[in-house]
């Protein structure tokens, strides 16, 4: 084990080569690998995404159908261990024009804003739902309370992401 381990090589900065105005600057690239966990819950949602189906759970207590699922109702806090697949459509919550890309760079002259919403999906509870993308339409039409449906990936190219669906467009 100990010969997987790298050692970044530098030159060590103490407080006082920062505080006397020595350095001004500092800059650093790691190049570090990592792993996460998605859960039993969000395992399975991605799972059934790469299906072209969009799942949910329920809660035996309070009866809400939550979305993204969740293990464990919040409200309740009892287990949730009932699944129910919801359907791709949905009302648009609310929604933003953005004029920056996702890393905050300005968006060309020529380039249209990303249209970022949640969308409460149909056959979840209220208040239920996903943040996601609205596509096929031009930003002064869309409505809050707006219907729209999911636009997938070709089944081929799916693998398992919220990126399954392309975005949602209006119905």
């Known amino acids: 084990m100990q010969d997987k381990v790298k050692v970044a090589g530098g030159t060590g900065l103490s407080a006082e080569d920062i505080s006397s105005g020595k350095i001004f600057l500092t800059e650093d690239s790691l190049d570090c690998a990592y792993a996460w966990d998605t859960g039993v819950a969000i395992n399975r949602y991605l799972a059934e995404l790469k299906k072209g189906r969009i799942i949910a759970t329920q809660c035996k207590k309070c009866r809400r159908i939550m979305l993204p699922p969740r293990l464990f ?26 004029h920056v890309h996702w890393d905050a760079s300005r968006i060309g002259k020529d380039e249209k ?49 919220i990126t399954d669906i392309i975005h949602f467009k209006p119905l």
């Open 73 to 98: 109702c919040e409200l309740c806090f009892i287990p949730c261990s009932d699944w129910q697949y919801v359907r791709d459509t949905g009302i648009v919550n609310t929604f933003s024009i953005c």
């Open 113 to 161: 804003p990303h249209l970022p919403a949640v969308i409460e999906i149909d056959g979840a509870s209220p208040g239920m739902g996903i943040m996601h993308i609205l596509g096929e339409i031009e930003p002064e039409q869309i409505k809050i309370g707006m219907k729209v449906k999911a636009v997938w990936k070709a089944e081929e190219e799916r693998s398992g992401s």
